[in-house]
């Protein structure tokens, strides 16, 4: 993980405090006093090789501010437009004092970012930028705490050390979210943590979600999980009780969460580990994919001895604890396609797919009663977020795991280096979305499939040797002859090894 | 406040990032090669959150040597 750090103030005992951290992390800072103007002067080309740049305009220490926000903003947006890093902006600048005639008034202060709302959403719209939370790192110690105004007036580095390490593990924090995969599956329990009490102990009516204080924290940790899902993930219940019991409370009370949110319900007295393992294996998903939680530390334990890929966080009914578990990055998103908000419906058309298939006499009727649609684009760029997700999430059928970015593919095609097609599915049961990727890179007139790919959902239905046929006929209309596929075996790729096996070229 | 050279040495590891560090009352900012502008940021930031002092920016800046430093802490 390379990161450099643009900073306005002197920021080599922040990345001293972030090794510690994050070890393995190579970092590079560099001070200037008027970075914006640097940002304006300089070309992406300087840091090409830094996967994430860090923008720290400290307006907090340095009142004064040659420029107005607006045109701080500009400029990001500019350099981030220009860069192929994912592009981390503090946002310490937001409140800085301005010297111009009225801004400095006392009483003509005012929060410049309330007017900036459309360049905002233009810098949002970039999909290599996002803000760090600088300010709330303030907020929470408090200007006394986190400056040492003599430092910086000598060093140009104000920070104590309080602030230095809290800093330091916020923005490790925050790294690491970009880097790791995101989760897909919220596992819950259900006694003290979906609502409060025992089933078998308080009864039916005696279990509390509602908006008092004995219930409230469970009203609102289901009205979490509702959000939750409609961002995507996918909501599992692994309780151990009566399936019959558990089926009356969301029958009989009013509470945020239906019974037909959850997706799969593993209600029975077994091992937890063995029901997240099945919820898994249905889902067709990795274990490391999904998080559990659960009041129980022996359950806890017990998760996390046997699966410990599984995320396992505890339901703790102190109030701020339970404030400190909804803010865990596992419950975050980097970016929000529109597969991440139909995923619920998604997997729900695949649970009545597997019921069909089970129901037909052959995988041939089967896959012939779906009728199954395929709708292939090339260099479409309205599906870019979308693949660059695909490259990060998909294992199985991949053909060699190398991950873009949307800048990486959008500056592929712009540089006219080959083509992107982009595989849309679907059948009667319902829309899969983009569901596959192929890359293909020219040299001449050959071409050498750079990537392949496909979303386990659609697997086993022969959808992939369709696209693979097509795009190597759309190739040959244009005389181009395929030369070499581009397979590295990974620990999870044999589905799609066995396709690249059958592949004759 | 009186600070042993013993209680400051970890302090100095700290800021200096070597283990194997040792300083003695004679000690001052030639004689350290950690000790550079850099070293002497992060010292003040150590010694400030450790010993829970401030250090006034004239202060700061007449740090040369340990026995300076023993001097300005013995004077809080």
Request: with cysteine; aromatic share 12%.
């Amino acid at each position: 993980m390379k990161v450099k750090i643009l900073s306005n103030v002197v920021c080599d005992p922040l990345s001293a405090e972030l090794k510690k951290i994050i070890p393995f992390a190579k970092l590079s800072t560099e001070y200037h006093e008027d970075l914006i103007v640097k940002l304006n002067s300089s070309t992406s080309l300087h840091f090409a090789d830094s996967e994430y740049i860090f923008i720290h305009c400290d307006y907090y220490f340095h009142r004064v501010v040659p420029l107005m926000n607006r045109e701080v903003l500009e400029s990001i947006y500019s350099f981030a437009s220009k860069s192929k890093s994912l592009i981390i902006v503090s946002n310490s600048f937001i409140n800085g004092y301005s010297d111009g005639p009225v801004w400095g008034s006392p009483g003509k202060h005012l929060n410049v970012l309330f007017f900036e709302n459309d360049l905002i959403r233009k810098i949002l719209s970039l999909n290599n930028i996002v803000f760090f939370d600088y300010q709330s790192i303030i907020f929470e110690i408090g200007f006394k705490n986190a400056f040492n105004y003599n430092l910086g007036h000598l060093y140009q580095m104000p920070y104590t050390k309080k602030m230095l390490v809290l800093f330091a593990e916020r923005l490790a924090n925050f790294l690491l979210f970009y880097k790791t995969p995101e989760k897909k599956v919220i596992v819950v329990d259900c006694d003290n943590t979906l609502w409060g009490g025992v089933i078998g102990e308080d009864g039916i009516d005696g279990v509390k979600c509602n908006t008092n204080s004995d219930g409230i924290l469970y009203h609102q940790f289901q009205k979490f999980l509702r959000i939750k899902k409609e961002e995507g993930f996918l909501l599992c219940i692994c309780s151990k009780n009566n399936f019959n019991d558990v089926y009356e409370v969301f029958n009989k009370k009013e509470m945020p969460l239906r019974w037909e949110d959850f997706i799969i319900k593993k209600i029975n007295w077994r091992d937890k580990h063995v029901n997240i393992t099945e919820i898994a294996n249905e889902l067709n998903l990795g274990l490391e994919s999904l998080v559990f939680i659960d009041d129980n530390d022996f359950e806890l334990n017990a998760v996390m001895q046997m699966l410990n890929v599984v995320k396992s966080l505890k339901f703790d009914s102190d109030y701020s604890s339970f404030l400190t578990l909804m803010e865990n990055n596992v419950f975050k998103r980097k970016l929000l396609t529109t597969e991440d908000l139909q995923k619920t419906k998604q997997y729900e058309d695949e649970l009545l797919r597997k019921e069909e298939m089970s129901n037909s006499s052959s995988i041939d009727e089967y896959i012939a009663n779906l009728n199954i649609k395929l709708d292939i684009r090339k260099n479409d760029i309205n599906d870019f977020v979308r693949l660059s997700q695909m490259t990060e999430k998909t294992n199985q059928f991949n053909f060699n795991k190398k991950v873009y970015s949307v800048n990486e593919l959008s500056s592929f095609v712009r540089d006219c280096k080959g083509y992107i097609y982009s595989l849309k599915v679907s059948d009667k049961h319902g829309d899969y979305g983009t569901v596959g990727l192929i890359i293909t890179e020219f040299s001449g007139d050959d071409v050498v499939i750079e990537n392949f790919l496909m979303s386990c959902r659609v697997l086993g239905r022969r959808i992939e040797s369709s696209f693979f046929s097509f795009v190597i006929d759309d190739l040959s209309k244009e005389n181009k002859r395929i030369k070499d596929v581009r397979f590295i075996k990974t620990p999870k790729n044999n589905p799609a090894e066995e396709f690249f096996k059958t592949i004759k070229l | 406040m009186k600070v042993e050279i013993s209680e400051l040495l970890p302090l100095f590891r700290n800021a200096f990032n070597n283990q194997d560090l040792s300083i003695t009352e004679k000690s001052d900012r030639h004689s350290i090669a950690e000790w550079d502008s850099m070293g002497h940021l992060n010292l003040i930031v150590e010694l400030e959150d450790n010993l829970n002092v401030s250090f006034t920016k004239d202060e700061i800046e007449s740090i040369r040597s340990i026995k300076e430093l023993m001097e300005i802490l013995e004077s809080k």
